[in-house]
């Protein structure tokens, strides 16, 4: 339907979700543990989720402020990428080039953070920064036998000085 809609003259962006902005349709319900008593300053945790398709921030004449809109091929397939490196134009460099190429990019800027990104995520592909350092002595080749487990299974290791 979407793709109809898309062809109808005059439209220039189209797109769908689950639940209307300020409509009021949607849950505010809390799950809770029966006799569980929250703690002062504890936050509710809501069970709501919101589905948009490709191309709804564009009909809704969102501002994209950095990055891209997400589009249909922005799937579980993409190949997920982990950039590790301390300098930040870098990460940015590669972040932005990696996505545009239709990649999931996730990034971390020291090894100490990388570790559960890359046991969380299972990457593809890991951009290593090897001579940056990674915690208390170690460097980067310390840390692939540290995740080596983790990813030999999953991905590849690319290496930069």
């Given at each position: 339907?979407?793709?109809?809609?898309?062809?109808?003259?005059?439209?220039?962006?189209?797109?769908?979700?689950?639940?209307?902005?300020?409509?009021?349709?949607?849950?505010?319900?809390?799950?809770?543990?029966?006799?569980?008593?929250?703690?002062?300053?504890?936050?509710?945790?809501?069970?709501s989720?919101?589905?948009?398709?490709?191309?709804?921030?564009?009909?809704?004449?969102?501002?994209?402020?950095?990055?891209?809109?997400?589009?249909?091929?922005?799937?579980?397939?993409?190949?997920?990428?982990?950039?590790?490196?301390?300098?930040?134009?870098?990460?940015?460099?590669?972040?932005?080039?990696?996505?545009s190429?239709?990649?999931?990019?996730?990034?971390?800027?020291?090894?100490?953070?990388?570790?559960?990104?890359?046991?969380?995520?299972?990457?593809?592909?890991?951009?290593?920064?090897?001579?940056?350092?990674f915690?208390?002595?170690?460097?980067?080749?310390?840390?692939?036998?540290?995740?080596?487990?983790?990813?030999?299974?999953?991905?590849?290791?690319?290496?930069?000085?």
């Amino acid at each position: 339907m979407l793709d109809r809609i898309r062809t109808v003259p005059g439209v220039t962006h189209a797109g769908v979700t689950s639940t209307l902005p300020f409509s009021g349709s949607y849950s505010d319900s809390v799950i809770l543990a029966e006799g569980y008593q929250m703690q002062k300053g504890e936050s509710l945790i809501s069970p709501s989720q919101v589905v948009a398709s490709d191309g709804y921030f564009e009909a809704m004449g969102a501002t994209l402020v950095a990055g891209r809109f997400f589009t249909e091929a922005d799937d579980a397939t993409r190949p997920k990428v982990l950039v590790i490196d301390d300098s930040a134009p870098t990460r940015e460099f590669l972040e932005m080039c990696l996505t545009s190429a239709g990649c999931e990019v996730v990034t971390a800027s020291s090894g100490v953070g990388a570790v559960p990104l890359v046991e969380w995520q299972k990457p593809d592909l890991v951009l290593l920064d090897i001579v940056m350092p990674f915690g208390i002595g170690r460097q980067g080749f310390e840390f692939v036998n540290q995740i080596g487990d983790v990813l030999r299974a999953s991905a590849d290791i690319l290496f930069d000085r």
